[in-house]
T-cell receptor
Framework: KAGVTQTPRYLIKTRGQQVTLSCSPI?????VSWYQQTPGQGLQFLFE???????NKGNFPGRFSGRQFSNSRSEMNVSTLELGDSALYLC?????????????FGPGTRLLVL | GESVGLHLPTLSVQEGDNSIINCAYS??????FIWYKQESGKGPQFIID?????DKRQGQRVTVLLNKTVKHLSLQIAATQPGDSAVYFC??????????FGTGTKLQVIP
């Protein structure tokens, strides 16, 4: 069974631009979560989608948004990019949303904002 | 607020020795815990999990211990190998709340 895939793997943008990242969960998984990882920081939760609905949201500004499609694939968008948005963006999928559901991570998209 | 933290940011061990990575959590409602391993350039990889009704769980060369009294868990790696070099994260979840990750411990294996 294929794992979580993320595209693109690497991205370079300039301040003020917007970016869209894509995540395809493991087949059959319906929950997709997004995380931001920066050097020296742990994984910072962005949001979780389940059945095309946002279930949970972290403490990020409204510039960060996401959505999920009927096939469970998910995208996240960051508008008006700032230098501090440079990070590894990780997507994780699980069978369902809720307690005791192991999340499986993709390789991440490394975003560099210049 | 809820936090999951690690006692040591970096741990260096000799190849063949046992490694112990510690983690503290603050949310007493947490009832599910996971350890992840993240190698350079890759996403976190599931290692082992444990539920709050257990205090010990063993996998292949790894053991997780959970002490709910002091809200502490640890990951023990037996006979540490160079391939174990990575950053290790603990994560906790309570009820239907989002998973909370620690900041990570870097394990360096000295050949």
């Amino acid at each position: 069974k294929a794992g979580v895939t993320q595209t693109p793997r690497y991205l370079i943008k300039t301040r003020g631009q917007q970016v869209t990242l894509s995540c395809s969960p493991i087949s059959g998984h319906r929950s997709v979560s997004w995380y931001q990882q920066t050097p020296g920081q742990g994984l910072q939760f962005l949001f979780e989608y389940f059945s095309e609905t946002q279930r949970n949201k972290g403490n990020f500004p409204g510039r960060f948004s996401g959505r999920q499609f009927s096939n469970s694939r998910s995208e996240m968008n960051v508008s008006t990019l700032e230098l501090g948005d440079s990070a590894l963006y990780l997507c994780a999928s699980s069978l369902v949303s809720g307690a005791e559901e192991t999340q499986y991570f993709g390789p991440g998209t490394r975003l560099l904002v210049l | 607020g809820e936090s999951v933290g690690l006692h040591l940011p970096t741990l260096s061990v000799q190849e063949g020795d046992n490694s112990i990575i510690n983690c503290a959590y603050s949310n007493s409602a947490s009832d599910y815990f996971i350890w992840y391993k993240q190698e350079s350039g890759k996403g976190p990889q599931f290692i082992i999990d444990i539920r709050s009704n257990m205090d010990k769980r063993q996998g292949q060369r790894v053991t997780v211990l959970l002490n709910k009294t002091v809200k502490h868990l640890s990951l023990q790696i037996a006979a540490t190998q160079p391939g174990d070099s990575a950053v290790y994260f603990c994560a906790s979840q309570g009820g239907y709340q989002k998973v909370t990750f620690g900041t990570g411990t870097k394990l360096q294996v000295i050949p």
